[in-house]
């Protein structure tokens, strides 16, 4: 079986029909449409699955008939499952691809395949773990939210410690396949968030599944996992809280500015300044990971993603 550089599994509730058409007619057309922006050998380099709890839905199988890209897996539904229902789809795809890269992405979340290939063809094969990441720096803060009423309530009963040790938005992030490998070595907790739980394991000294230690995660700006102001940028390598409305006509917006920049001879694939690695965590214990800073120069948006993360209207 010939290798894929990227495996990208869309991370979609069985009722969310609206949202997987919506992407079918927006970026996953760099992949199943004739374009200008991605060669055909791009484009089988690159594997796009809708993970869905199977049930015993004919709305489903009749889906996946026609379209052929559910990834149709015996898991939990709902939002408190979706690390352990990540888990599962990690395993399966150990078992079903060979490839070098493994991406999550929420069904709402815009995803610039173009730039994704062009990024990961140069990256490292190893010990890499991309995204936004919360990581204690400027307002990325890393201390869970013990308030049950907040969406990103993490309980003292799953997670004890004071702060997270670095972890990406669960908006999009990347995970180089040695990284897969090692979270399925042995069995790990249940956790009711998604996103943390890859930080415990991979980024923190007292949980870590890798031999060698804690891994630094790599930081990327171009990853948008708020809206804003404006929504579109060409720069965008991941976008946030689309509507099934909006996906349409962002990805006309991603294409006009592709043809203008054809025009013009440049590229959105630049801003090497904007990825960078995340703080690392304290030597010894993942409960002292870097204090909250204020003051960082962060952008407004970025501030104001993060006091709606607090107040419980959104979700890390």
Same mark, same amino acid.
């Given at each position: 079986m010939a290798e894929r550089l990227l495996v990208v599994c869309v991370s979609s509730a069985s009722g969310n029909t609206k949202r997987r058409r919506?992407?079918?007619?927006?970026? #996953?057309?760099?992949?199943?449409? $004739?374009?200008?922006? +991605?060669?055909?050998? !791009?484009?089988?380099?690159?594997? /796009? =699955? #809708?993970?869905?709890?199977?049930? $015993?839905?004919?709305? +489903?199988?009749?889906? !996946?008939?026609?379209?052929?890209? /559910? =990834?149709?897996?015996?898991?939990?539904?709902?939002?408190?499952? +979706?690390?352990?229902?990540?888990?599962?789809?990690?395993?399966? =795809?150990?078992?079903?691809?060979?490839?070098?890269?493994?991406?999550?992405?929420?069904?709402?979340?815009?995803?610039?395949?173009? =730039?994704?290939?062009?990024?990961?063809?140069?990256?490292?094969?190893?010990?890499?773990?991309?995204?936004?990441?919360?990581?204690?720096?400027?307002?990325?803060?890393?201390?869970?939210?013990?308030?049950?009423?907040?969406?990103?309530?993490?309980?003292?009963?799953?997670?004890?410690?004071?702060?997270?040790?670095?972890?990406?938005?669960?908006?999009g992030f990347v995970l180089s396949r040695d990284l897969v490998q090692a979270l399925l070595r042995q069995p790990l907790p249940d956790y009711r968030l998604l996103d943390p739980p890859f930080g415990i394991h991979l980024c923190g000294s007292d949980f870590c599944v890798l031999p060698e230690g804690p891994m630094q995660p790599v930081h990327d700006e171009r990853v948008r996992p708020y809206r804003g102001i404006p929504i579109f940028q060409p720069s965008t390598v991941v976008q946030h809280y689309l509507t099934p409305e909006e996906m349409v006509p962002f990805h006309k917006q991603v294409l006009e500015a592709l043809q203008q920049q054809q025009q013009h001879g440049g590229s959105t694939a630049a801003a090497p300044a904007e990825a960078e690695p995340a703080a690392t965590a304290a030597p010894g214990s993942g409960s002292q990971q870097q204090q909250p800073t204020s003051g960082s120069g962060l952008s407004a948006p970025d501030e104001l993603y993060a006091q709606l993360v607090q107040l419980g209207l959104l979700r890390r």
């Amino acid at each position: 079986m010939a290798e894929r550089l990227l495996v990208v599994c869309v991370s979609s509730a069985s009722g969310n029909t609206k949202r997987r058409r919506a992407l079918r007619r927006s970026w #996953f057309e760099f992949k199943t449409r $004739s374009n200008p922006w +991605l060669t055909p050998a !791009q484009q089988s380099n690159v594997e /796009l =699955l #809708f993970v869905v709890s199977s049930g $015993s839905s004919e709305a +489903l199988a009749a889906e !996946q008939a026609e379209h052929e890209d /559910l =990834l149709l897996l015996d898991a939990p539904e709902g939002y408190h499952n +979706l690390w352990r229902k990540a888990l599962v789809c990690l395993e399966v =795809l150990e078992q079903r691809c060979n490839y070098a890269f493994y991406m999550h992405a929420d069904d709402d979340s815009y995803v610039r395949l173009d =730039l994704m290939l062009q990024f990961l063809s140069s990256s490292p094969r190893k010990q890499f773990y991309w995204g936004y990441i919360w990581d204690g720096t400027g307002n990325r803060v890393t201390q869970p939210i013990r308030d049950p009423h907040n969406k990103s309530h993490m309980p003292v009963e799953q997670y004890a410690l004071d702060y997270y040790p670095p972890f990406a938005s669960g908006c999009g992030f990347v995970l180089s396949r040695d990284l897969v490998q090692a979270l399925l070595r042995q069995p790990l907790p249940d956790y009711r968030l998604l996103d943390p739980p890859f930080g415990i394991h991979l980024c923190g000294s007292d949980f870590c599944v890798l031999p060698e230690g804690p891994m630094q995660p790599v930081h990327d700006e171009r990853v948008r996992p708020y809206r804003g102001i404006p929504i579109f940028q060409p720069s965008t390598v991941v976008q946030h809280y689309l509507t099934p409305e909006e996906m349409v006509p962002f990805h006309k917006q991603v294409l006009e500015a592709l043809q203008q920049q054809q025009q013009h001879g440049g590229s959105t694939a630049a801003a090497p300044a904007e990825a960078e690695p995340a703080a690392t965590a304290a030597p010894g214990s993942g409960s002292q990971q870097q204090q909250p800073t204020s003051g960082s120069g962060l952008s407004a948006p970025d501030e104001l993603y993060a006091q709606l993360v607090q107040l419980g209207l959104l979700r890390r």
